[in-house]
């Protein structure tokens, strides 16, 4: 996400390091829901596809609906600073850190809130001055919502309707390992107000 709201957006990441519970999930809530508006115009379109809908697991928007389906499938990733990064960890009970190849620049964790419901996954660079996808991100916009991650059955599958059915490139040329033993792939999509979303598709271990 660029600049747009940028203000709202960093307030609500700050939000994720207040010491109230309650703040801290109202700020999770309106940073998970930000992500979840931006990418839906482009899941609506993706899952009149019925070979894409095959590949998707279970989303509701609606918090009970969503409960009754099993851990959310869509998760919002928010980039920060190191610094920001360690304080939202210790704010939230130190959730452990994932294991996250040696070779991205990368360091993370999730937040998970309202019974599995609402997902965010907080990230950071692996090494300041670092050159990944997330340091660049940071350079150009500051902190903010860099990615959606949406699970799927088969990313390999998903990659080949996406690439076939809609014209879009993967950003690697074959599926590659992510954290915790998931496998991944990203797409640069261009949602329907032409901004650019990174989204991330992913393929768990289980």
Do not use: H
């Not at 894409?52 to 609906?65: G, V």
């Not at 939202?88 to 309202?114: C, H, K, W």
Request: aromatic residues 8%.
């Amino acid at each position: 996400m660029s600049g747009r709201d940028s203000t709202e957006i960093t307030t609500w990441v700050e939000g994720l390091c207040d010491s109230d519970e309650k703040r801290r999930i109202e700020a999770a809530l309106k940073l998970y829901l930000a992500g979840v508006n931006l990418f839906m115009p482009l899941l609506t379109k993706w899952v009149d596809d019925l070979s894409f809908r095959d590949m998707t697991l279970p989303f509701s928007r609606i918090t009970a609906e969503q409960k009754r389906n099993g851990p959310s499938t869509i998760i919002v990733g928010i980039a920060v600073r190191a610094e920001t990064f360690e304080r939202i960890r210790a704010a939230n009970g130190s959730p452990t850190l994932a294991e996250v190849p040696a070779d991205q620049d990368a360091r993370e964790f999730e937040i998970e809130m309202e019974d599995g419901s609402v997902k965010i996954d907080v990230l950071t660079t692996r090494d300041v001055g670092g050159s990944g996808a997330i340091a660049r991100y940071l350079d150009k916009f500051g902190a903010g919502i860099q990615q959606i991650e949406l699970y799927v059955r088969d990313v390999d599958r998903t990659t080949e309707i996406l690439q076939s059915n809609f014209g879009l490139q993967p950003i690697y040329p074959a599926t590659r390992a992510g954290a915790d033993g998931t496998r991944v792939n990203f797409f640069l999509a261009t949602t329907p107000d032409a901004n650019k979303l990174l989204v991330e598709l992913v393929e768990s271990k289980g």
